[in-house]
């Protein structure tokens, strides 16, 4: 059973700083792509931030040059650091991995429960 457990939410204050991490444990063979994605409110869930396993980066156009998504693919983690933080930022925050379970096998998405981030004063 594979499993994504994201930590590093909290509440800050606009122009403050997080990090995020996002875990995946049990039956593993590879990792590919890892996301950051996030839904606020009333509103549909949208990606934030991509990566790829060899490093390569993708942001949503409102976190670029705020976010850096980063992974430690020994650790089988992937972060968040968001910086400048702007109240609507204010999401609760789920982490993304396409997952194979053996060397064989297709890759499946999975979800981590998400991690709220509140900015605000």
């Known amino acids: 059973q594979v499993q994504l457990v994201e930590s590093g939410g909290g509440l800050v204050q606009p122009g403050g700083s997080l990090r995020l991490s996002c875990a995946a444990s049990?039956?593993?063979?590879?990792?590919?792509?890892m996301a950051w994605y996030r839904q606020a409110p009333g509103k549909q869930r949208e990606l934030v931030a991509m990566?790829?396993?060899?490093?390569?980066?993708n942001y949503a156009d409102s976190v670029k040059g705020r976010f850096t998504i980063s992974r430690d693919n020994a650790k089988n983690t992937v972060y968040l650091q968001m910086n400048s933080l702007k109240r609507e930022d204010t999401a609760v925050y789920y982490c993304?991995?396409?997952?194979?379970?053996?060397?064989?096998?297709?890759?499946?998405?999975?979800w981590g429960k998400g991690t709220l981030v509140t900015v605000s004063s």
């Open positions: 049990g039956s593993i063979f590879s990792i590919n792509d």
């Open positions: 990566i790829t396993r060899n490093g390569f980066t």
């Open positions: 993304n991995a396409e997952i194979r379970e053996r060397r064989w096998a297709d890759g499946v998405d999975y």
